[in-house]
């Protein structure tokens, strides 16, 4: 996989220490002085940063700034030197999920500000999923029995699928999964394909028990008693998975 150009539909654009990769049309991003990495006002969600940026256009951006997770964010906040740079390796990744069928958000944009001895920090723009919230936000509204089950069985379908097309999500977290549970179809996006991995046919076995172990975590950390997430909802969701992937 090449990492060198942006993927089609995007261009890139330098202003200073920055290089951006933007999707048609979101030049605009460069003109917000708020999308800086510098500059931007954010507020902590997990390992990441979240801003919603109205765009002076009236379009709503969602602006994740990348931070360092695990020990080593004792010693290094926010500064990266893999390569290629993480913004523009997660850009391809969400990309081509899309391009497999992958229901995921917009991606507009990704920035990598470059410091000094090739380090640099990092943003990913996409467009705001309106409507739609995280998957434990959901859980704790204790929806009712019939929405859950349309909701679970919508989410297993998703995650088969995204099996299917051959994507590793690295971190596969209630919170990375997003919902829409207030319609007749009930809507699914997967997000933060930060560090995914993409396989030219579907996803061996031991990659996919790989990502339902880190969902499984994800629901024990969150929910350790069953409280919200019952045997009923298991069932379902793995019944749903197994006849789609």
């Known amino acids: 996989m090449i990492y060198a ?26 003109q917000e002085t708020g999308v800086s990495v510098q ?8 390992r990441g940063a979240i801003q919603r940026l109205v765009l002076n256009d009236g379009r709503v951006a969602i602006v994740r700034r990348y ?16 390569y290629p740079p ?8 969400t990309e081509i999920a899309r391009q497999r069928g992958v229901p995921t958000v917009e991606v507009l944009g990704a920035e990598v500000e470059w410091s000094t001895g090739g380090l640099y920090r990092g943003l990913f723009v996409t467009r705001e999923a309106s409507g739609l919230m995280n998957l434990w936000e959901w859980l704790r509204t204790k929806p009712t029995q019939p929405k859950r089950e349309a909701i679970l069985t919508t989410v297993a ?15 596969l977290n209630l919170t990375n999964v997003l919902v829409q549970g207030d319609t007749d179809v009930p809507a699914v996006l997967l997000i933060d394909f930060d560090r ?50």
């Open 86 to 93: 993480r913004p523009f390796a997660e850009l391809i990744c």
């Open 196 to 245: 995914a991995r993409v396989f030219s046919k579907p996803l061996p076995q031991s990659w996919c028990e790989h990502n339902l172990r880190r969902l499984r975590r994800s629901l024990d950390k969150l929910d350790p008693g069953g409280l919200l997430f019952s045997p009923i909802d298991l069932e379902a969701f793995c019944q749903a998975y197994r006849q789609n992937f």
């Open 157 to 171: 379908r998703v995650i088969a699928q995204l099996h299917e097309a051959g994507i590793a999500h690295m971190d």
């Open 5 to 30: 150009t942006p993927p089609p539909g995007f261009t890139e654009r330098h202003s200073g220490k920055q290089t951006w990769w933007l999707k048609a049309g979101w030049d605009i991003l460069l």
């Open 67 to 82: 931070y360092r997770g695990g020990f080593v964010r004792h010693f290094v906040r926010d500064l990266y030197w893999d």
């Open 39 to 46: 500059a931007a006002s954010t507020t902590h969600g997990g």
